[in-house]
């Protein structure tokens, strides 16, 4: 028995390094997303800053967990076997949990997650005891606080208005004060604006970093009063010389040095998130496990006690970690910051719902969006209609964006407002903490940014439903990671409470299966995105344009060749399977070249003033592209339809007509392949004559298909669909034609000495 219950501790133990992996990737959009948005600073300085921050916090760390999360269960109403069986329920999910969110590239908060998980794990194991000694529903309020749960969603509501008004309202404040070209007004009011962010980044070190550090009860004075609480009793005096020190500090620099103000206050809230997170939310990681550990040992000291009688009151106050333990996790986390794609995915989707230019849009439009948007601009057009003609003219010179840079290497935002992002969070989680409100620091940084995006005019008209949309999914995600949280937990521990070792086992090999899958599916996305920047850029000479049509134009001819001969190779052997997958393939060339076209402005607009004839033909070879994937589409689709449907299969001679076609259709993509990739465009008119040559052979199919209905050897189900076939066959092949020509005139031109 001994070894079955270390066995669940050396479990625990390896699901808290994966547990620590998957949610530094989630929390790290918590303190690298305005440094990173801004490119305040080189991303290996940003990471090294935020790692210090990180390893200093861990460090400092008491390491002490309520494991009772301030009341979501009581330890003293369960035994050791039951602790147990929670606890890994609860590290399972978690690690599963946030793992998805990671590759969705959407934030969500560690805590809430832990909290209901524990919540829903407990409540599991609760119903399960309730049952065995005949008690009744009613018990459950003994076992566990459901009150929390409502305490923690209205923790999400309070942090999400909080944050987001406060956010757009500052910022707003002072993009009225020092504008988009803000340069010259920081030479007299960076020094004030400076050391009021730096007093407020400041505050929340004190505030939020002290708290749970190990040199929080660190005696001050002749009444030796805990540090915390010297802290909270001279939070005045503090804030002022706080201010009054930076601000002459700052100013001093700037005359001696010629510092980055700005630069200088995004680097240090960066340090200080990142501080006070590992030295908050590392327990969260390794909390859970650690009284795992704790639990057991406890229970071998009783002397032989019964699992099933052992009673877990000891864990109704904290559990303390070992320093070792906070080194080794406070350094999984740096390395995981550093290496993990998905962190970086995260704090993409922040970066992007947030920037200042326009582009490719990642979430789509929803009803909801559109209603608030619209609603916006109506609101928008009332106010400014009731406000004299010189206070609109006012405003509107003040928000006149910098000139935008149309370079992927460019800021996302200024540092003006990454300063603010960070001023306005710090500042808030720490109001918050220090008056004990449940504000959560993922939905306060997150909701922030979003607030002064939208105060920097950043969701324009062209861009709003799409960023109000990604703020929506965001959002619902964050309430469904509490309902995911318990839903998945609690099932989970009831898994395990009704099988046992072989139930573990399974559950630990899903998990690891789980987060291999994803990792695999999202190493495979980050595969397609690198694949798909083949654009055009504004640095590109005329060797790499070339180069890079090209990669494009045989991609696509040969993903066309492919998914034409396989589609209704497929349909003639009747392989529903491969006809589905046919059908994947052409959704993948579609999306690609939706994408390419949506991307045709941005991609025209990096081109020199001298390349508008390049630009011309460039356009018609997305559009060729374009219009190969939709002929696809309207031929496979149909097919496909009919394949499930179980419609009755092509008869033996339209069979061999078919194979037919596929067979010269082949011969000519592989013509085409070699004209591109060989840049023989004196073969263009073969492949014209071997176009018509098909065109001819497509003409005597349809007529025997004529013979065929007169002969009512077919029905009309079948004749439109051979029909349908034949008519985007032509099509592609047209479409293909005019893609190598545009293709040719594209490299010609671009050919031509300037």
Not at 98 to 105: K, R, V
Not at 161 to 181: D, E
Not at 599 to 613: G, L
Request: charged share 20%.
């Amino acid at each position: 028995m001994e070894n079955f219950y270390l066995i669940l501790v050396v479990i625990l133990f390896a699901l808290a390094i994966s547990d620590l992996v998957v949610g530094v990737s989630n929390d790290a959009v918590n303190f690298l997303n305005s440094a990173i948005g801004s490119k305040a600073a080189p991303k290996w300085v940003v990471f090294t800053l935020a790692a210090l921050g990180v390893l200093i916090g861990a460090t400092f760390s008491t390491g002490m967990m309520e494991v009772a999360r301030k009341g979501v269960f009581h330890p003293d109403m369960f035994v050791f076997s039951e602790i147990m069986v929670l606890f890994l329920a609860v590290m399972i999910t978690d690690v599963i949990l946030l793992d998805t969110f990671n590759s969705l590239g959407l934030p969500t908060s560690t805590t809430v997650s832990l909290v209901f998980e524990l919540l829903g794990s407990a409540v599991a194991v609760s119903l399960v005891k309730i049952k065995t000694l005949g008690g009744t529903f009613s018990d459950l309020a003994h076992y566990v606080n459901t009150g929390k749960a409502l305490a923690i969603i209205t923790g999400i509501l309070v942090s999400i208005i909080i944050a987001f008004s406060f956010g757009t309202l500052i910022q707003y404040l002072v993009r009225v004060i020092f504008t988009f070209r803000y340069k010259k007004k920081l030479r007299y009011l960076g020094s004030l604006f400076g050391g009021v962010a730096i007093t407020m980044i400041t505050y929340f070190i004190l505030i939020k970093g002290v708290d749970g550090s190990s040199f929080a009860s660190f005696p001050i004075g002749k009444g030796e009063i805990p540090l915390s609480e010297w802290i909270a009793t001279h939070t005045g005096v503090l804030l002022m010389g706080s201010l009054l020190g930076w601000t002459g500090i700052i100013q001093l620099l700037y005359w001696f040095f010629r510092i980055d103000i700005l630069k200088v206050v995004v680097l240090a809230g960066t340090f200080a998130l990142a501080m006070a997170f590992a030295g908050n939310d590392l327990v969260n990681f390794i909390g859970v496990p650690m009284a795992g550990f704790a639990s057991f040992k406890a229970w071998l000291a009783s002397g032989g006690a019964a699992p099933g009688e052992f009673n877990m009151q000891m864990l109704h106050g904290e559990v303390e970690t070992p320093f070792l333990f906070l080194l080794i996790a406070g350094l999984v986390m740096i390395f995981t910051l550093i290496t993990s794609k998905k962190a970086h995915a995260v704090v993409e989707t922040g970066v992007n719902l947030s920037r200042q230019s326009e582009g490719a849009e990642r979430f789509g439009s929803s009803a909801i969006a559109r209603a608030v948007v619209r609603s916006s601009v109506r609101l928008n057009k009332r106010v400014k209609s009731r406000l004299p003609e010189r206070v609109n003219s006012f405003i509107m010179n003040r928000f006149v964006p910098v000139e935008a840079i149309d370079d992927p290497s460019a800021p996302a935002f200024d540092k003006l407002r990454a300063a603010v992002n960070l001023m306005v969070a710090s500042s808030l989680i720490a109001f918050g903490t220090s008056l004990k409100l449940p504000l959560s620091t993922t939905y306060v940084t997150f909701m922030v940014a979003m607030g002064t995006s939208l105060a920097d005019r950043a969701w324009g008209r062209e861009s709003a439903v799409y960023r109000v949309s990604g703020v929506f999914a965001v959002v619902g995600g964050w309430f469904m990671t509490a309902i995911v949280a318990f839903t998945v937990s609690a099932l989970i521990a009831w898994t395990i409470s009704a099988g046992g070792m072989p139930v573990i086992i399974g559950l630990i090999t899903l998990a690891i299966v789980l987060v291999v899958r994803t990792h695999i599916s999202f190493r495979r996305k980050s595969r397609k995105a690198g694949e798909d920047e083949e654009l055009i850029s504004e640095g590109d000479e005329a060797g790499k344009r070339i180069e890079k049509c090209s990669s494009q134009v045989v991609k696509t001819i040969i993903s066309s060749n492919k998914i034409f001969s396989f589609a209704l190779d497929s349909f003639l052997k009747e392989d529903v399977s491969h006809m589905r997958e046919a059908m994947e393939m052409n959704n993948q060339l579609n999306a690609k070249t939706k994408k390419q076209k949506n991307k045709i402005i941005q991609t025209i607009s990096k081109m020199k003033r001298v390349d508008v004839d390049a630009g011309y033909f460039f356009i018609q070879v997305i559009d060729y592209q374009r219009e190969i994937a939709h002929s696809l589409h309207f031929l496979v689709d149909p097919l496909r339809e009919h394949l499930e449907n179980q419609h009755k299969p092509f008869t033996e001679s339209q069979s061999q007509e078919i194979r037919q076609m596929v067979t010269e259709i082949d011969e000519f993509f592989n013509l085409a392949i070699h004209i591109v990739k060989e840049e023989k465009f004196e073969s263009i008119d073969d492949l014209v004559t071997h176009r018509l040559r098909i065109m001819e052979t497509l003409y005597e199919i349809e007529k025997d298909q004529v013979k065929r209905i007169k002969n009512k050897e077919v029905n009309t189900r079948n004749s439109l669909l051979f029909f349908k076939a034949l008519t985007e066959t032509k099509n592609m092949l047209l479409h293909t034609v005019n893609l190598i020509k545009s293709y040719r005139d594209f490299i010609l031109v671009n050919q031509k000495p300037l």
